[in-house]
């Protein structure tokens, strides 16, 4: 009797035991290893099924996916650990070309949602980035601030092209209100 062990998603097969059991009884023929992705390809088959999410949001996941990919390379989803989350975490704050605390903070928290999604697909029992010690929250940086004189803002709206980005500056600078960047 010759069967294959069915998969379960994410190209992951029968947890062990389970596949161990089923083999022992005959069902199934004996594993000799249950397949589990790489936290890669998970993230890959993550993205792929995000068809709700808007073109910018999967090209920050996709930003995300190549920062993991560089440090944990071909790693199994099942041997990432909260140490190689903290790790990963520290590394893009110094790596060649380190990322600034908020954007470190934010590919964390997106590693974060693409390892909650493996939780609830029981590949993984625990989310490793959900540590407090890994901090998600983006703050804002005060040192980013700047005030805007009167003159100056006469003079931006003096080089405003028609009405409709003279009324943006002067929505934004006079009445306070949140303009796209």
Sequence with gaps: MSHEVPEIGYGAKLPKELADGLAEVGLIDPPDRIAMPTLVEFVDQYIAKRTDAKPATLKVYGRCRNLLASYFKSMPLDELTVAGAKDFARWMKTKKKPLGENTARRMTGFARQFIND????????????????????????????????????????????????????????????????
């Design 118 to 181: 493996a939780v609830e697909a029981e590949l993984l029992t625990k989310n490793p980035f959900k540590v407090k010690e890994l901090k998600v929250t983006v703050r804002g940086d005060a040192q980013g601030f700047q005030f805007i004189s009167m003159e100056d803002t006469g003079k931006i709206i003096g080089a405003c092209p028609d009405s409709q980005w003279r009324l943006i500056v002067a929505l934004s600078r006079f009445g306070g209100l949140r303009t796209p960047s």
